[in-house]
């Protein structure tokens, strides 16, 4: 009886613990450094997420191990992403909404099906904007004249069609009842330039990200119409949202981290826990400030569930904008 009484002790401690290094991750994981994927060349939005989450999780001992970021750009994430394919769950990547668009616009087999959801970190909002001495003064009023002839607004945007710039408009303008296949899109290299293309008289609106316009709306020489937010910004008190201007539409622009295929729930459990731990610190809400990034995380099953809805999203837009057949 004493013995079966030890065994079953035993077996309960061991069950303990399988339960505890479970909830937090497996005791083995993370064995070596961390590597985290920038598909971009430094300096980019990507990179600066990188990094940002290097330094919150480094700077406040949330990871014992080292964490390091790596730039693998090309093909608009392509290249970091394949690299992501091929490795184990001591890397990760930083995606947004291009790990959907390119594979809907045929030029990635990849999906976000390929890799292991982690989370949704934040997003940029976008905007409408016009030159400060623009003749619409809304961008209710803006949506209307292109519905009466949509070729008779250029709308700068860069730097391809069928980034969320772009597409954001799409659906502003599908909500309208406006064909987005007769829309005068004028392409730009990037942000910077559609913005000189703006102040220049080249175009007469511009979709771009927040960020991009800000400060140009803040010193008055230009004007932000409408923004994608689900209610107004701080700081920018005067701009409506598209829901304010008549457009039942929230678009975020939001970047988020994935791993490779094939994950334990271990290792997912242990990055939800981390993760979860940095975007509650002083220093992660420092940086979003600072970048003008909104908070907008959600753990690796509700961006599982998130990255479903905006599959569906991106498809209906895409096929909209009549860059596929």
């Keep these: ?3 079966l009484g030890i065994l079953f002790l035993v077996g309960v401690i061991a069950l303990m613990t399988a339960c505890s290094n479970s909830a937090s991750g497996g005791k083995d994981f993370p064995s070596k450094n961390i590597e985290i994927i920038a598909p971009a060349s430094p300096g980019g939005g990507w990179d600066l997420t990188a990094r940002s989450v290097q330094k919150v999780l480094r700077d406040n001992d949330i990871v014992d191990k080292n964490i390091n970021v790596i730039n693998k750009p090309g093909g608009g994430g392509e290249v970091g992403w394949k690299y992501l394919e091929t490795k184990d769950s001591h890397y990760l990547a930083i995606n947004s909404s291009l790990v959907l668009t390119n594979n809907l616009l045929g030029q990635s087999d990849l999906t976000h099906d ?3 959801p982690i989370a949704t970190l934040a997003t940029e909002w976008q905007a409408l904007a016009v030159p400060i001495d623009s ?3 809304s961008a ?3 949506l209307d004249q292109m519905k009466k002839d949509p070729k008779s607004v250029k709308i700068g945007v ?19 009842g406006i064909d987005p296949t007769k829309m005068d899109f004028l392409v730009y290299e990037g942000g910077g330039d559609v913005v000189t293309a703006l102040l220049g008289g080249h175009v007469d609106a511009v979709t771009t990200s927040l960020s991009e316009v800000k400060e140009q709306h803040l010193a008055g020489k230009l004007k932000i119409l409408a923004v994608s937010s689900e209610k107004r910004l701080k700081g920018l008190d005067d701009v409506p949202t598209w829901t304010e201007e008549g457009v039942d539409m929230v678009f975020p622009h939001w970047r988020g981290i994935m791993g490779p295929p094939d994950m334990s729930e271990e290792e997912i459990a242990y990055w939800d826990e981390k993760i979860g731990e940095m975007v509650k610190t002083d220093a992660w809400k420092k940086m979003l400030e600072n970048n003008d990034w909104d908070e907008f995380y959600k753990d690796s099953k509700e961006t599982k569930a998130f990255m479903k809805e905006q ?4 498809e209906e837009l895409v ?5 596929v057949e």
């Design 158 to 176: 860069g730097p391809g069609l069928g980034n969320d710039d772009h597409l954001s408009l799409v659906q502003a303008a599908s909500e309208k």
């Design 135 to 137: 003749e619409y003064d």
């Design 114 to 116: 390929d890799f292991t």
């Design 1 to 3: 009886m004493k013995r």
């Design 319 to 323: 096929n909209n904008s009549g860059l």
């Design 140 to 142: 209710s009023a803006l």
């Design 311 to 314: 599959a569906d999203l991106y």
